[in-house]
Structure formats: C-alpha cells, structure tokens
C-alpha cells in the first residue's frame, strides 16, 4: 500500500502580517475556499485515501490540523515538541508506516504548496510510486523551470540514461544545488538539464530507512527506540536529533535518487509575489483581495485587506498591500522574500506578533 506524510509545520515568515505564529501560512486561505493544507490532502486523496495520511506539524497546531482535516485519523496527526527540519521529520514518519506495513511506498508532501493541473499531478506521483516500487530508489519531483528563479533549490539530472514510468521520463540525479544567484540560475536555465526542487519524494519505507540507517545513523537509532503514542519518548527523540533537512541529510548522499521532469502549475507559495504570479488579475493587472478599494494609476499590485475600511492605493505600481485587524504591510512584490527579516525582527522583540 501507499501512505502520504505531509509537512505542515512551518511558521510562514514571508506571509506576514497574514501569516501568525497561531495560525500560519498552510492553515490560511490564501487561493480559494480552501486552505493550502486542505487542497493538499484533496489532490492526493483520490490515489492515497485519508486514512493512510500523516500529517506531521508542531504540537501546537494538532488541534487546528484536526479541525482542518476532520477525517484524517487523530491517530495520524502528529505534533512535533520542537522542529528539527525535514529529516527527523522522515525518518520518524517512514519508522511508524514501516511497523504497519514494511513494503509500503511512501509519498512525502510539503503542505503550503500550489498546484493549478492536478490530474497531472497525480500521474506524476503514480509514475514515482510506479519507480520507486521496483527496488531501493529514492523518487523526487523536480519542476521545469521558465524563468532564472533564485527563490528555489535546482536538481541537475542525467540526460543520457532516462527511462519511462506511468509515460513520465525517470532520471539519475547528476547533483543538487543550493539557491543560486541570478546568474548562476540563467545558466541553469539555459543549461536544460536543471529543475527545481520542489520537495516532494517517494520511496519505499525499507528503502529510506536503510538510507538513513547509513548516511544519519544517530537518527535512525533513535527513531527506532520511539513507541508510536509515546510523548516522553518522542520529546526525547527530537531533544536529542541533529536538525538536518532530507535533502542533505540523505538526498545528497545517496547513490539511488532519480527525478521526475514534471509541469503541472506548480509554485511553492513562497512570497506575496509568488501568490501574485498565480492569482487572477483585473484588466489593471492587479490582484485585490478586498471588500473595498479605491485604486487610481495603479497596476500589477497585490492588494489584501480583512478589514471593512476602504483602502487606497494611488500611483504604485509593483506593490503588495496587506492589511489585517492590527498590522500594515507595503513592500514592493520583488521584495517580498525580505518579509520574513520583519517577523524576525518582531518576533524578537516586545511587539505582539502572534
């Protein structure tokens, strides 16, 4: 059988002031009436059913992942007492499905993501289960790019020996590479044999286990010793585990990683202007997220506002206006990855954040 495990801890930095620590960016409705967490589980129930979803969060989210997914399994809503990144994450989840079932297959899902095509979608992840399988492969979904982007990890595949899964062309990854200059992500670009990272995986439990058991021994050790229910155990657990991300800890290092070319209109949601790219734009070419507004010689602006006040917006072009119960965000939209230094920095202070 195949599980999903879905991330869903993070804290969503760069979508301030809409995005809180009590109720971060996957829980939000930031593309239709659903949360990106709720179309998360919606595009992969129909091949991966909800009973055999995981969810992994921070603890003090369980209760708002169970609100939010009524019919996944408490059972399978897991809170994370401190967050170690996304390999402790993994190994703990993979160790849980391997007691269930030890041939089970594995696909590993961020929960804050966007996707515009999900019948393709699907068959990409159904090639990568197809993959992995058929022996110890370790899958990932990497995006062809059409733009020199700086905001993502690149995937560098072997062009020469791909083969044919579900119709979807299969690669040995060459190497990966880290968030690039501008220059460095044009020639990538232009290269054509460099995707982005758009951290999604699928493996068979057997086959990440024993991945970790030789590239993060420590952490595989560890997670071995958890009894599943166990709070004490698993706070001892992350209180001892190296934070370390899957892709370093194991991806890297690992001489079985292929990658599935894939386009199906997908954007991490990383920044007010990624969710721009992807929202539906007036004649003016901007995107307004409000129940009144006042707008005279402004174009390609994105504009937010939970509140019953008019807002105006004169002469800006290229700008990000968001406005909550208590706090004002304008940025330019090219600088919008830089919102997460304003949390940062309220985060740390006397200011009321949350």
């Given amino acids: 059988m195949t599980y999903a495990l879905i991330m869903a801890g993070g804290v969503g930095?760069?979508?301030?002031?809409s995005s809180r620590r009590n109720k971060p960016k996957q829980f939000l409705n930031l593309i239709g009436d659903q949360?990106?967490?709720?179309?998360?589980?919606?595009?992969?129930?129909?091949i991966i059913p909800e009973e055999r979803i995981l969810v992994i969060t921070n603890a003090e989210y369980s209760d708002l992942v169970q609100k939010q997914?009524?019919?996944v399994p408490q059972e399978n809503i897991i809170g994370e007492p401190i967050g170690r990144n996304t390999g402790p994450c993994i190994a703990f989840a993979s160790k849980i499905i391997y007691e269930k079932d030890p041939q089970a297959s594995l696909v590993v899902l961020p929960s804050d993501h966007y996707v515009n095509d999900n019948d393709t979608y699907r068959k990409v992840i159904e090639a990568g289960i197809e993959?992995?399988?058929?022996?110890?492969?370790?899958l990932t979904i990497g995006?062809?790019?059409?733009?020199?982007?700086?905001?993502?990890?690149?995937i560098q595949f072997e062009e020469s020996d791909a083969e044919k899964s579900n119709f979807?062309?299969?690669h040995p990854v060459k190497t990966f590479a880290e968030k690039p200059d501008l220059q460095t992500a044009a020639r990538f670009l232009e290269s054509g044999d460099f995707l982005w990272n758009s951290g999604m995986f699928v493996w068979r439990v057997e086959s990440i286990l024993s991945e970790f058991e030789k590239h993060q021994?420590?952490?595989y050790q560890a997670c071995t010793k958890v009894k599943t229910g166990s709070e004490p155990e698993l706070k001892e657990f992350y209180d001892n585990s190296l934070?370390?991300?899957i892709d370093y800890g194991i991806m890297e290092k690992s001489d079985s990683v292929y990658v599935i070319p894939a386009d199906f209109g997908w954007s991490d949601v990383g920044s007010w202007m990624s969710l721009y790219e992807i929202s539906e734009k007036d004649e003016d070419g901007n995107v307004i997220d409000a129940d009144t507004t006042a707008l005279y010689e402004t174009n390609n602006c994105y504009i937010q506002s939970k509140n019953d006040r008019i807002v105006s917006v004169v002469g800006l072009q290229g700008v990000a206006v968001i406005d909550t119960h208590d706090a004002l965000l304008v940025c330019r939209l090219d600088a919008s990855q830089q919102v997460k230094n304003v949390y940062e920095s309220l985060k740390n202070g006397k200011a009321n954040y949350k």
């Fill in 13 to 17: 930095s760069r979508f301030w002031p």
């Fill in 35 to 46: 949360s990106l967490l709720q179309q998360t589980v919606d595009r992969i129930k129909p």
């Fill in 69 to 71: 997914l009524p019919n």
């Fill in 131 to 138: 993959k992995a399988s058929s022996g110890q492969n370790l």
């Fill in 143 to 154: 995006i062809k790019p059409f733009r020199p982007e700086t905001g993502y990890g690149y």
């Fill in 168 to 170: 979807f062309s299969v």
């Fill in 217 to 219: 021994p420590d952490i």
């Fill in 243 to 245: 934070s370390i991300s």
